[in-house]
């Protein structure tokens, strides 16, 4: 082949015949062919055979090849782009508006029925259902498995300091007060502060006992946010400090700031009810009344006035209110049952503090008090019964042992009714009916010379008790004074 000649004509002349004598490779020669024969079998064969091209070869784009120059280089040819459409991604928030609705109109059956179909369709990455599922699970009571859900929307979203605060407040209601501490901490210590978190910390300190530090946190959360619901604890942790002053100065400052806050007026009408200022106390229950005709609260309180003073039929109309508005109240049923017992109708008396006392069964003033109406209607062994669940509910309250002692001196046990007598002596020896209850019993008992003693520590903790005496006391007194032949003045002598 000679040097100048072109390859691609090469490629073309190759491909008309292979056996043909101007092959591309130096080779020897062949001879030629005589002319005129057309059997191609009887060409000799080359020691190298060019293939045919096949059609799948074709199809494909050929490779580039050296153009002349006076020629511009061919273009390469575009690829084809395949259009390929993209699924749409994911909506797990979708059903959150109507888990909202349902979960506000209190629809609990429908809302968990939503959040149920949420959580599958996001096979478990559904963060405000699980929020919604524990809140569901909580007012049914299920406290273990609230905790639970909570502590899996805080997996999903550790930053969401909503979830952090649930799971501190499901372990408040569980006891765990020490582990919500922990979790207020952590959350505190992740730059999330708030004030609920400070306060809600706080209110853990004071079940704790730390008042102290309860004290600082409701320090700090009023820093934070002037609330009413902290206004109330701290001042509540000065009561259980017995600093009267320092609770009254803290709900001064928080009426000042809610003025119509009927909670705050009622709690701070108990504190000067508590101290004995009665007329300051019914104002603040008059005042919360003027923005809230039907707190019950302050109904509650101002009725339990008018107890004092007697006027049980006011009382009743009074309770009327909260009877309707709260029927599940212990507190409504015990005052009406004792409205009741100043009306001298035990029966009814009764059948309203036993409400009270399904109501509420660990409340010991119920107890106590349905103990007293079975002892005025000589019932004396369910008197003993209810008498002795009060003292098991609260074992520091003198009254109880007393009227104990006189349901076993009714009883005809004696002797477990003057230890009775002595152990409300030892919890308070200044209670002038706790020694003339005990003076009696001992006359009754025959013990004539105890009863004349126990009659002398009447008269001293009666010269030194600032509370007067009703009408039937003094009466019983002089009574007893006059039997025992122990005269006021000889018992001052003595």
């Known amino acids: 082949t000679g040097p100048h000649e072109s390859p691609v004509a090469k490629m073309s002349e190759s491909s008309q015949s292979v056996g043909s004598p101007n092959t591309e490779r130096k080779v020897r020669k062949l001879p030629k062919a005589p002319k005129g024969t057309a ?3 009887a060409a000799p064969k080359s020691p190298i ?11 494909l784009p050929p490779p580039p090849a050296a153009a002349p120059q006076s020629q511009p280089p061919a273009e390469p040819p575009k690829p084809q782009i395949r259009k390929v459409k993209v699924p749409p991604l994911p909506n797990y928030d979708r059903r959150n508006g109507q888990i909202y609705q349902a979960f506000v109109r209190k ?3 429908a809302c968990e029925a939503l959040i149920k179909e949420q959580i599958r369709e996001s096979h478990g990455h559904a963060e405000y259902a699980f929020h919604a599922l524990a809140l569901i699970q909580r007012q049914r009571g299920n406290m273990q498995r609230s905790l639970e859900l909570f502590q899996e929307a805080m997996r999903l979203n550790p930053s969401n300091i909503e979830n952090a605060k649930q799971v501190a407040r499901s372990l408040c209601l569980m006891s765990r007060h020490r582990a919500a501490i922990d979790v207020y901490d952590q959350t505190i210590e992740l730059g999330l502060k708030d004030w609920h978190v400070l306060h ?17 946190c409701f320090q700090d959360a009023l820093l934070l946010h002037q609330s009413e619901q902290t206004f109330l604890q701290m001042a509540k942790v000065f009561l259980q400090e017995n600093d009267m ?8 400052e928080a009426i000042a700031l809610f003025p119509e806050s009927t909670e705050l007026l009622t709690a701070a009408g108990l504190v000067h009810l508590q ?8 104002e ?12 019950t609260g302050a109904i509650l309180a101002a009725g339990s006035i008018m107890q004092d003073c007697e006027d049980y039929d006011v009382a009743l109309v009074k309770y009327r209110v909260p009877a309707v508005r709260a029927p599940e109240s212990a507190e409504v049923w015990n005052n009406i049952g004792m409205c009741y017992f100043g009306k001298k109708k035990f029966i009814a008396a009764i059948a309203c503090l036993k409400r009270a006392a399904y109501f509420a069964p660990f409340e010991w003033m119920t107890a106590f008090n349905l103990g007293l109406v079975h002892l005025h209607a000589q019932q004396y062994a369910s008197a003993f019964q209810y008498f002795s669940a009060a003292v098991n509910l609260r074992p520091d309250f003198a009254h109880s042992y007393m009227l104990l002692g006189l349901t076993l001196a009714k009883l005809d046990d004696i002797e477990n009714a003057i230890a009775a007598f002595d152990k409300a002596i030892n919890l308070n020896g200044s209670d002038p009916a706790i020694f003339l209850n ?5 006359y009754n008992a025959g013990r004539n010379q105890e009863a004349a003693k126990k009659h002398a520590m009447y008269e001293r903790s009666l010269a030194a008790c600032s509370r007067p005496l009703d009408a039937e006391t003094k009466k019983a007194a002089e009574k007893l004074a006059t039997v025992i032949h122990v005269g006021a003045q000889s018992v001052r002598e003595k």
């Open 107 to 109: 629809d609990y059956d």
């Open 39 to 41: 059997d191609a079998a």
């Open 49 to 59: 055979v060019v293939p045919q091209a096949t059609q799948q070869e074709d199809a």
């Open 438 to 442: 005990f003076s009696i019993l001992l």
């Open 245 to 252: 002053a320092a609770a009254l100065a803290v709900f001064a």
């Open 275 to 282: 101290l004995g200022a009665t007329s300051k106390a019914f």
């Open 284 to 295: 603040m229950f008059g005042n919360a009344l003027t923005y809230d005709p039907r707190d």
């Open 200 to 216: 809600n910390k706080g209110v853990c300190f004071a079940y704790l006992g730390q008042l102290d530090k309860a004290k600082q």
